[in-house]
């Protein structure tokens, strides 16, 4: 079954299980194993860190025919839910499907007020405000230097596995009514990532750093001690691209090749 989410983050633990701590995964789990009265175990397309809201988060999980007509709907799956979850759509997965393996893509984005007149209290949740007016111009033009196949290793968290080799397909700024928005989109994204960039990109939009800044942290491929990791409630997840159906299958064995090759040159 293919389960599309809604979340707001604030009072999440992040995406994945854990113990003594309220997760995404573990609320959602428990709604599903309850309802289907079976063992369900979830699998996401990405697993968001804590704070981080969603609007597009896709999950898979398996069951039986049986399982699957006691969820009877999304509707009846959002009634058990809290309310900070929304079901947007469940769906009976076509073969080859994996929420993780089978993506194309992953869309984010980030929210900035800066102008504290116009900054709405009711989203001081989901947008982050900045004291000064930012020049989206100077920040998209620094943005170029970002896309395409790099070693990010200096805007992801260091870990002990896995490769920070990505390819950033779209990065760019906007301003949507009051608010500068961020739109960032690749294959996958290591851990403070995108949290990481935007804190390279406000120091160019309010005039601290030049243009070339974010390129030259890049380049050097560790973490700079000028850079700020923003904070998460101004995050969201908003889409996961997938190919068509009959590609599905071929998707997932060319991602985790990809993935293989990648760690093992790391």
């Given at each position: ?106 869309r984010y984005t ?100 030049p243009s070339s ?54």
């Amino acid at each position: 079954m293919r389960l599309d989410l809604a979340y707001d983050g604030t009072d999440f633990s992040g995406w994945a299980v854990q113990k003594d701590l309220r997760t995404v995964q573990g609320e959602v789990t428990r709604i599903l194993s309850l309802l289907t009265q079976a063992n369900v175990e979830l699998f996401s397309a990405g697993r968001t860190d804590a704070g981080v809201h969603a609007n597009g988060q896709v999950v898979h999980f398996d069951v039986t025919p049986r399982q699957a007509d006691l969820l009877r709907g999304a509707e009846r799956i959002n009634r058990a839910l809290p309310e900070d979850i929304r079901v947007r759509r469940l769906s009976q997965a076509p073969d080859g499907f994996d929420a993780r393996f089978s993506a194309l893509w992953r869309r984010y984005t980030y929210r900035i007020c800066d102008d504290s007149t116009r900054m709405d209290p009711l989203r001081r949740r989901q947008i982050l405000w900045h004291p000064h007016v930012l020049d989206l111009g100077a920040m998209n033009a620094a943005a170029q230097g970002l896309l395409g196949l790099h070693d990010f290793a200096a805007f992801c968290k260091p870990r002990d596995f896995g490769s920070t080799i990505r390819t950033l397909e779209q990065l760019t700024w906007h301003r949507d009514g009051d608010f500068c928005v961020m739109t960032i989109q690749a294959e996958a994204f290591c851990h403070s990532m995108v949290r990481s960039i935007v804190g390279a990109m406000i120091p160019v939009g309010d005039g601290r750093k030049p243009s070339s800044w974010p390129s030259e942290i890049l380049a050097a491929r560790e973490r700079n001690v000028g850079l700020t990791v923003q904070p998460a409630y101004a995050l969201t997840l908003e889409e996961v691209g997938y190919p068509p159906d009959d590609q599905l299958a071929q998707r997932q064995l060319v991602t985790k090749a990809t993935r293989r090759l990648a760690d093992a040159c790391d």
